[in-house]
């Protein structure tokens, strides 16, 4: 039998709507572009953050990662919280195994690394001692915000207004 291919549907495919995702109750509501986020009704601790997209539409989020300025790439696509290699030798103290090189293919990272912790502000969103993964290539930012951080909040991207709102119900990651 052929290997099995599983199709993957990304942002782009709902760039013409809102789309808000929802992991822990494995929901995915799209809603027409009238829909604006920071008009409706929502929860007074919800969070909205404003971004600027890439060349590209990708939602990009700013920040710091302990501390240091960075460049947050929203990834649907991503099993895990990633940062750059550069990102790492630059400005947290990573020195690599030359003898390893690790890649992002699919969201999944072929030879996992050392695990290592760092406190990232997004917003004011605090994710303290969060667990990432250094690999040579982040798709041009400094980290990748993948299944880790949707998993715990309730996402809603708005690419009219450049608006992401997280819900609050969800917000468990400190």
Known sequence: QD???????G???FSPSIMTIDYANNVLILHNREYDVTKQKR???SIL???SPDDTRRV????TINGHNARFLLDTGSSVFCVSQRFAIDHLSYVPNEAQSWTLH??????????RKARCLIGNVSMNNQDFYVVNRAGGVDCLLGHPFFQHYRVTIDPFRKVVMLEPDLLSNS
């Open 60 to 63: 990009i989020l700013t920040g």
């Open 11 to 13: 942002l782009y495919a």
């Open 3 to 9: 290997d099995l291919i599983v199709p993957t549907i």
């Open 49 to 51: 953050l404003h971004y």
């Open 43 to 45: 929860p007074v601790s």
């Open 106 to 115: 699919n969201g999944i990272i072929d030879h996992p690394p050392a695990i």
